[in-house]
């Protein structure tokens, strides 16, 4: 079983919708971590969130548009998107912070399986 | 900048048997951190054994151990007695030393079959 539980498993849309994407911790974790991988490939960051604030966007387009509610929760706005946005969209936590936490390691859910049409 | 090379994109053992994965990666740095993740099809991504550069002894964690050779930049893993379960996406991963898990380099994986 996971400790990172992400809601919806999969998930539909077409370009003009709207929809979230959902990350939920209960492990104290203090930061929090948006990725997406596509088929046959490694992940790629999109945010990281630190003690609930923005710490990375690696240059994500604006159609995705991360929240941090509270520090157990992570959120992840969809609107406009493009088919090639199909994705694996995984979340992660780790403790203690972005700076030197190596010493904990990324704790990841099982995804959203993501299809634009 | 820094490289992860998985140079095998599928290999495939025979359960009970011994396989192992290679990984080399490019980096300046001499301090950092070398990782393999395990993506089996629940889609989870798990880790499954951690490295540090300046410790000169391999990481092992039960049936699975590495070969690191810092000199000549190579993180392979060795999987004993290999087991159905095992079957998965391994991907070897890099991060600068005090640099965030976000930061985490990846290579582009290999996936593993395990026959019965």
């Known amino acids: 079983d996971t400790e990172v539980t992400q809601t919806p498993k999969h998930l539909v849309m077409g370009m003009t919708n709207k929809k979230s994407l959902k990350c939920e911790q209960h492990?104290?974790?203090?930061?929090m971590y948006w990725y997406k991988q596509k088929a046959k490939k490694p992940p790629e960051l999109m945010f990281v969130?630190?003690?609930?604030?923005?710490?990375i966007n690696e240059s994500v387009p604006s159609r995705f548009s991360p929240e941090c509610p509270n520090s157990s929760l992570l959120n992840l706005h969809l609107h406009a998107l493009q088919p090639e946005d199909s994705a694996l969209y995984l979340c992660a936590s780790s403790q203690g912070g972005q700076k030197n936490s190596y010493n904990s390691p990324l704790h990841f859910g099982n995804g959203t399986r993501l299809t634009v049409t | 900048a820094q490289t992860v090379t998985q140079s095998q994109p599928e290999m495939s053992v025979q359960e009970a048997e011994t396989v192992t994965l290679s990984c080399t990666y490019d980096?300046?740095?001499?301090?950092?951190?070398l990782f393999w993740y395990k993506q089996p099809p629940s889609r989870q991504m798990i880790l499954v054994i951690r490295?540090?550069?300046?410790?000169?002894q391999n990481a092992t964690e039960n049936r699975f151990s590495v070969n690191f050779q810092k000199a000549a930049k190579s993180f392979s893993l060795k999987i004993s007695d290999s087991q159905l379960g095992d079957a998965a996406m391994y991907f070897c991963a890099y991060l600068n030393y005090g640099g965030s898990q976000g930061n985490l380099i990846f290579g582009k994986g290999t996936k593993l079959s395990v026959k019965p």
């Open positions: 492990m104290g974790h203090r930061a």
């Open positions: 490295q540090e550069a300046y410790k000169q």
């Open positions: 969130y630190s003690y609930e604030k923005l710490s």
């Open positions: 980096t300046s740095e001499s301090d950092y951190y």
